[in-house]
C-alpha cells in the first residue's frame, strides 16, 4: 500500500548553512504544520494508481515535496533525479529514505498525477495558515493580469500546414509496423512539404509564395484523404497481438483528432492566403499540438499565444487568488471575480483595493463600494474622479504605488517560477503547471519572510 508519509527522518540527515538548503528548511516546516496537504495529494496518487500490490511507490509527502522543488528550482525531470540522487538537502527536504532514487519517469508520473484542483486546494489552505499566522490578513490587496505562453513555436499557416502533414504520415507509417499489416495507401510527402514551406518562408515574390501555398494545400488534401482511407481500417483492426489491436485503436483515435485540426487549419489558409479574408482570432488554429491555445493582445503590445491569468496579491507578497481564463476577455469583467473568491476565502471584503488600469470601470467601482471596499482604486482613471475611488489624493497615490508591487511578484513567477512559458501539455496540465508554480512560489515567500524574522 502507499503511504501517506514516512514516520521517521533519517539519522543520517546533517544540517546545512547554504541559502538555499535554509529556505528549503523553512518551506519544510511549514508543509510539516500543514499535514493535511497530504490528505489532498494522497487522494490523486490513489486514484491514478493503486498500489496494493508490489512496491509501494513514493509517499504524498514525498511527491509533494519533489514537486515543490522542481517548480522552486526550475528543474526539468532529468535535473530532478540528479539532485535528488547528488544534494544532501534535496533529500533531505523531499523526505527520501536510504537506497531511495527515483528516476525522471517515477518522478513524472507522480507529480503529472496531482490535479489542478488539488492543487488550488493546497494554494488555499497555504493562505488560510498565512492568515492564521497573521503574515496576512487579506484587508489591503492587489490586482493585475498577465499572459502565460504555451509551448508552441510561432504559428503560420505554412508551418502549421506542415505540422500536420508529418504528424499524420508518422502515424500512418506507424500503422504499417502492426502485425498483421493493415492495408491502406499513403505516400510520404514530408519532404516536398518542407520545400515549399522554404519556398513561403525565404522568397520575397508573392507569385512564388501564393503558388507555393497552392501546392502545400494540395498535399495537405492528399495527406487529409489517406488518413480517412486509414481511420476505418484501424478501427476494425484485430491483430495477432491484444496490444497491436489496443495500438491501432489508438492510431485511429489520433488520426481523426488530427484530421479535424488539419481541416481547420486549410480552411483558415484558404481564407486568409487565396481569398484575402481576415480570419477572426477566435476561428484561428495556432497549434497543432497545444490546441487550446489562445490568442492573448495586451494593449498594442506584441501577440502572445497561449493563456491569460488574473491575479490578486497581498501585502506580504503572497498571490492570494488565481483564475486562468480561456479566450481573451477584458480585465474589467474578471474584477468581481476576484473580489467574490477574496470573500469567500477570508470571510470578508479587503478594506483597500488597488488594481491596473485595465480593471476600472464605473460598474466595478460601484460593485467595490457595494462590498463594502472602503478604497477601490484604478491605476488609471479612465473618466472617475480620485475622490470616487478613495477618501483623498494621498491614499490614492499610496495605493497606486502599492499596486505597482505586484509587478515585481509576477516578475519573480515568470523568472525563477517559470510562468513565462508553460512547458507542460494540455489544458489541464497548463494549469497544474500554474499552480504549482504559485503554491511553491508562495511557500518561498513564507520561508523568507520566517528567516526575515528570526
Not at 490528505?39 to 515535496?65: F, I, M, P
Not at 479587503?350 to 476600472?360: E, L, M
Not at 516578475?411 to 504549482?436: E, H, I, N, P
Amino acid at each position: 500500500m502507499r503511504r501517506k508519509l514516512n514516520r521517521q527522518t533519517n539519522l543520517f540527515t546533517a544540517a546545512s548553512n547554504n541559502p538555499i538548503a535554509r529556505e528549503l528548511e523553512q518551506v519544510s516546516k511549514i508543509l510539516d504544520a500543514n499535514p493535511g496537504l497530504l490528505d489532498l495529494v494522497y487522494q490523486d496518487l490513489v486514484r491514478a494508481k493503486r498500489h496494493d500490490t508490489g512496491r509501494e511507490g513514493l509517499t504524498a509527502e514525498q511527491v509533494l515535496r519533489c514537486c515543490i522543488l522542481k517548480q522552486y528550482r526550475q528543474l526539468s525531470y532529468e535535473e530532478l533525479a540528479f539532485h535528488l540522487d547528488d544534494s544532501s538537502a534535496f533529500r533531505t527536504f523531499s523526505r527520501l529514505e536510504m537506497g531511495q532514487y527515483p528516476c525522471k519517469s517515477i518522478l513524472q508520473e507522480n507529480i503529472k498525477s496531482l490535479s489542478e484542483e488539488t492543487w488550488e486546494a493546497i494554494h488555499s489552505r497555504i493562505i488560510d495558515y498565512a492568515q492564521s499566522e497573521k503574515i496576512e490578513t487579506g484587508r489591503k490587496i492587489r490586482i493585475d493580469s498577465t499572459a502565460i505562453e504555451t509551448d508552441i513555436h510561432h504559428p503560420t499557416d505554412s508551418t502549421l500546414l506542415c505540422d500536420g502533414i508529418r504528424v499524420i504520415t508518422r502515424w500512418l507509417s506507424a500503422g504499417k509496423q502492426l502485425s498483421p499489416q493493415p492495408v491502406y495507401p499513403f505516400s510520404d510527402h514530408t519532404r516536398a512539404a518542407k520545400k515549399r514551406l522554404m519556398v513561403i518562408l525565404n522568397t520575397q515574390k508573392e507569385k512564388a509564395q501564393l503558388a507555393a501555398y497552392r501546392e502545400l494545400l494540395w498535399y495537405a488534401g492528399r495527406v487529409i484523404a489517406y488518413a480517412e482511407a486509414a481511420i476505418p481500417v484501424l478501427q476494425s483492426f484485430e491483430g495477432s497481438d491484444i496490444r497491436d489491436s489496443l495500438a491501432a485503436h489508438a492510431l485511429a483515435r489520433n488520426l481523426e483528432r488530427a484530421v479535424g485540426i488539419l481541416r481547420r487549419v486549410v480552411d483558415q489558409t484558404v481564407r486568409r492566403v487565396i481569398r484575402g479574408e481576415k480570419v477572426p482570432s477566435s476561428e484561428k488554429v495556432v497549434s497543432f499540438f497545444e490546441e487550446h491555445t489562445d490568442i492573448i493582445v495586451k494593449g498594442c503590445r506584441d501577440v502572445q499565444y497561449g493563456h491569460k491569468v488574473f491575479l490578486s496579491g497581498g501585502a506580504s507578497n503572497l498571490i492570494l487568488h488565481c483564475i486562468i481564463e480561456r479566450g481573451n476577455p477584458a480585465d474589467s469583467a474578471r474584477y468581481r471575480d476576484l473580489l467574490e473568491r477574496h470573500k469567500e476565502q477570508f470571510g470578508r471584503a479587503p478594506r483597500q483595493v488597488s488594481a491596473d488600469g485595465g480593471f476600472a470601470s464605473r460598474n466595478n467601482l460601484a460593485f467595490a463600494k457595494g462590498r463594502e471596499v472602503k478604497d477601490a482604486v484604478f491605476a488609471k482613471k479612465r473618466g472617475l474622479t480620485v475622490m470616487e475611488m478613495a477618501k483623498s489624493a494621498w491614499v490614492y497615490k499610496m495605493l497606486r504605488n502599492f499596486r505597482a508591487g505586484i509587478e515585481a511578484g509576477i516578475s519573480t513567477l515568470k523568472r525563477a517560477f517559470g510562468l513565462d512559458r508553460c512547458t507542460w501539455s494540455g489544458w489541464g496540465g497548463f494549469k497544474q503547471y500554474v499552480w504549482s508554480s504559485i503554491v511553491s512560489y508562495n511557500l518561498l515567500v513564507l520561508a523568507r519572510l520566517r528567516l526575515a524574522k528570526a
